[in-house]
């Protein structure tokens, strides 16, 4: 089992930038890749970013390509989400999910952390 715990979410004004966490505990061995995603109200879940375990193969959407950069802190088994230059668009619940193989399945999800951008 693994489980995720994202932070970082708030209010922040068009312009401006945000740090998300994914914290992993349980059988972090068994994660090959991490995902960020997000849904805003009325919206399907979209795909955001993703890198792998070993902090290669980083992905972004167009969306957020340019603004966001994804890393990973080995020493505190967290995966990061810097989000510069936010919009409006980009107000949603964020969701971090686990991998432990190639397949669509995701074996974890966290709860989400709000991200609000005020124009």
């Known amino acids: 089992q693994v489980q995720l715990v994202e932070s970082g979410g708030g209010l922040v004004q068009a312009g401006g930038s945000l740090r998300l966490s994914c914290a992993a505990s349980?059988?972090?061995?068994?994660?090959?890749?991490m995902d960020w995603f997000r849904q805003a109200p009325g919206k399907e879940r979209e795909l955001v970013a993703g890198i792998n375990w070993s902090a290669s193969n980083p992905y972004y959407a167009d969306s957020v390509k340019g603004r966001f950069t994804i890393s990973r802190d080995f020493a505190q088994n967290t995966v990061l989400l810097q989000m510069n230059d936010l919009n409006s668009e980009d107000t949603a619940v964020y969701y971090c999910a686990s991998k432990k193989d190639d397949t669509h399945h995701y074996q974890s999800w966290g709860q989400g952390t709000q991200v609000t951008v005020s124009s």
């Open positions: 349980g059988d972090i061995f068994s994660i090959i890749r």
